[in-house]
């Protein structure tokens, strides 16, 4: 053993850790600086504060609020994606005429950008002229226009809904591909067993596709936790912020009222949660793969 | 490498005749105006450059916090005056006294430069204008058997309530719930019943005025003389209400009269006055935009020439018909597009009675706070009184900061 066998390890790490610091480490610093001071609206510090611009926030029920908002939003919209994607990708995973003219339609919707989607939305829910509400009374199912994103109980849903459909395309994807890697031999197999089609599906494929499952539920909740478009284009965290979650209420915050350190504390705050779900589920898929 | 110092070393020269200016964006016709307005000045002006950047409003506020943050901000910027007070008190504007002479100031209408006056000093020059009063339809109101529009706002809920039993979709009167200006809808009767939105440092949302303008807007709201949902419009989407013949009456500002003329030609309307509450009183929302110098410019004397050219009676005349706004100069207001123009004239008329937003630190918060208490009882989720007088807690602790 020389030494040199020692340092080299760490001398070729050391690049991708500058690197990596400087993407991560510097902006969550800034951030600290910026939730321990008071800062002015355009982003000056002041006096040092310490923990005050978090003590504000929990004095603040629409963060409150907008925290437990923000969880409902994500297991819903998060959830609801998983469990809408599986059979579509179960579907589009079978040989049919035209599987692939299918498979385009339903990547279509990922190639709109999210703003245009939720404001199209927008007119869609619209009161007096908006589509769905006409084409409600054409079917007959409702006698009287219904007032879409007029308050939070049929506002926030129908936002989780388009949430839901938005990130059906990318989950689907990502299940596709687990779907692929698994040898068909397997159900030759099974079915020679006498397996019938929710057995295949209950103990070959989901288990399989498990860890593609794994990744959509990780990349959807960081994405959807952070997703600003569909809630801003439509209510604007509105009405009485009765649809706000983190990012609208940290924009309102930050850039409306122009408390740039109470903003940046609910960034710090969003950033913890995020890391700390990160770090649960690296535990479990780890100890997962441990006992596999 | 030399090359690339040498490039550097020139713009830098270049910079040096170079007056930056952050644009807002009213409408399309904004980027070729200005650039239309630089070519003017550049040829009238050589050895001076004009750079634009031209940013929608949504975005303004933001774009300047990132900019003055990381110190990259222009020399000239179009700012929201209500936000003046935070660019003096975090010493960003420059005051522009000593550079104006008194011919300079006194092309201004007085009504208009005021709110850029802090402590004696102007901070900025106003760019754009506007005023508010009432649109009404006057096919619906002959439909509804009214000759003319409502004079009080006892006569407007009579009136309303008469155009929305007309049926088939049709509404007495346009009620603004969502996003920005919320607030302001609702000050439009809390004026005419007498209040104010501070008062000796003191905010005026628990007085009896605000309880008896929110109690006829939630009568207006509970009887359908309002469009249903009135929390999901916003002001562009009740305006488009009034385009489509929908809407009885709305208050709004001059722009919605070249919309009209530019998407619904046939739609008759007429302008009105705000109405009058029960004690003769009456109020508007004046709104200006002041162009503001910032206190690090490196080219003061050049910017201020630009603003000088910028406010000449040409280059002004063009921009409020542009853009569709009241004219700020006493030369835009002689020329005859303004002076024969029978809807600009009701909002020139109502700016005696014109009322700004309160010059304070911490406006955008308390009128937050409003319009989130207008909301709730709007949807009926809090009792007026109550719901009001937390709001004007919430204000009064914003005001004492």
């Given at each position: 053993m020389t030494s040199k066998r020692v340092v080299a390890p760490y001398v070729l790490i050391l690049p991708s850790f500058v690197l990596a610091a400087l993407i991560v480490i510097w902006p969550v610093n800034e951030l600290a600086q910026l939730a321990s001071h008071s800062v002015n609206r355009f982003g000056q510090l002041r006096d040092?504060?310490?923990?005050?611009?978090?003590?504000?926030?929990?004095?603040?029920?629409?963060?409150?609020?907008?925290?437990?908002?923000?969880?409902?939003?994500?297991?819903?919209v998060v959830g609801g994606a998983i469990l809408c994607s599986v059979p579509v990708a179960l579907v589009l995973n079978e040989d049919f005429y035209g599987r692939d003219l299918a498979r385009v339609l339903v990547m279509l919707p990922w190639a709109v950008s999210l703003t245009m989607t939720a404001i199209v939305w927008r007119w869609a829910l619209s009161g007096e002229s908006g589509?769905?509400?006409?084409?409600?009374?054409?079917?007959?199912?409702?006698?009287?226009?219904?007032?879409w994103l007029a308050e939070a109980r049929t506002a926030f849903p129908m936002q989780i809904?388009?949430?839901?459909?938005?990130?059906?395309?990318?989950?689907?994807?990502?299940?596709?591909?687990?779907?692929?890697?698994?040898?068909?031999?397997?159900?030759?197999?099974?079915?020679?067993?006498?397996?019938?089609?929710?057995?295949?599906?209950?103990?070959?494929?989901?288990?399989?596709?498990a860890p593609f499952l794994n990744i959509a539920l990780v990349l959807n909740t960081i994405y959807v936790f952070n997703s600003f478009p569909i809630i801003w284009a439509m209510t604007q965290g509105g009405p009485a912020n009765s649809t706000d979650i983190l990012v609208t209420y940290l924009y309102k915050v930050g850039f409306r009222l122009g408390k740039l350190g109470e903003a940046s504390a609910v960034s710090l705050v969003m950033f913890g949660i995020l890391l700390v779900f990160t770090l649960i589920y690296v535990r479990l898929t780890a100890s997962r793969g441990a006992k596999a | 490498m030399l090359a690339g110092v040498g490039a550097i070393a020139l713009s830098a020269t270049a910079n040096a005749g170079t007056v930056r200016m952050t644009v807002a964006e009213y409408s399309a016709k904004t980027g070729p105006y200005f650039e239309q307005v630089a070519k003017d000045f550049e040829a009238a002006n050589p050895g001076i450059k004009i750079q634009f950047e031209v940013v929608p409003w949504d975005n303004l506020l933001q774009k300047l916090t990132t900019d003055i943050s990381a110190n990259a901000n222009a020399d000239l910027s179009i700012i929201g005056t209500r936000w003046l007070v935070d660019f003096v008190e975090q010493g960003i504007a420059e005051p522009l006294d000593s550079y104006m002479t008194p011919e300079i100031k006194g092309r201004f209408i007085e009504t208009f430069l005021t709110p850029s006056v802090m402590n004696g000093k102007t901070y900025g020059l106003p760019i754009a204008a506007s005023a508010r009063a009432m649109y009404y339809n006057k096919d619906l109101f002959a439909k509804a058997g009214l000759s003319e529009p409502p004079k009080t706002w006892a006569e407007l809920e009579t009136d309303a309530k008469k155009v929305s039993a007309l049926g088939n979709g049709v509404y007495g009167f346009g009620l603004q719930g969502k996003e920005v200006e919320t607030d302001v809808y609702f000050y439009y009767a809390m004026w005419s019943f007498g209040g104010e939105i501070v008062k000796d440092g003191k905010s005026g949302l628990d007085s009896k005025a605000a309880v008896d303008a929110a109690s006829l807007y939630k009568r207006l709201i509970d009887e359908g003389a309002t469009q249903p949902g009135v929390t999901s419009y916003a002001r562009e989407d009740v305006q488009n209400l009034f385009k489509q013949g929908k809407i009885g009456m709305m208050m709004t500002a001059p722009f919605l009269a070249?919309?009209?003329?530019?998407?619904?030609p046939n739609l008759k309307y007429g302008v009105a006055p705000i109405p009058k509450g029960p004690g003769g009183d009456q109020g508007t929302y004046g709104v200006t935009d002041s162009v503001i110098?910032?206190?690090?410019?490196?080219?003061?004397?050049?910017?201020?020439?630009?603003?000088?050219?910028?406010f000449q009676p040409k280059q002004r005349i063009k921009?409020?018909?542009d853009e569709g706004f009241l004219p700020v100069t006493k030369a835009e207001a002689e020329d005859k597009y303004f002076a024969d123009n029978a809807d600009l004239k009701v909002f020139t008329s109502l700016l005696p009675i014109a009322r700004f937003a309160p010059v304070i630190a911490g406006w955008e918060e308390i009128a937050d706070t409003t319009t989130s208490a207008l909301q709730r009882i709007y949807l009926g989720q809090g009792q007026i009184e109550p719901t009001l007088k937390e709001a004007a807690a919430k204000a009064n602790a914003v005001l004492k900061k």
């Open positions: 040092f504060v310490g923990m005050a611009n978090f003590r504000a926030l929990l004095d603040d029920p629409n963060f409150i609020d907008a925290l437990w908002r923000t969880g409902i939003w994500t297991i819903g589509m769905l509400n006409s084409a409600l009374m054409d079917f007959g199912i409702i006698d009287e226009n219904i007032q809904l388009i949430g839901i459909l938005v990130t059906i395309p990318f989950t689907v994807t990502i299940i596709l591909g687990g779907l692929a890697s698994i040898p068909d031999d397997l159900y030759e197999a099974a079915a020679l067993e006498g397996a019938g089609r929710w057995e295949q599906f209950r103990y070959i494929t989901l288990p399989l596709i | 070249n919309q009209i003329r530019a998407e619904a110098m910032f206190q690090n410019s490196k080219n003061k004397a050049e910017a201020f020439k630009f603003l000088d050219f910028l921009f409020t018909i």
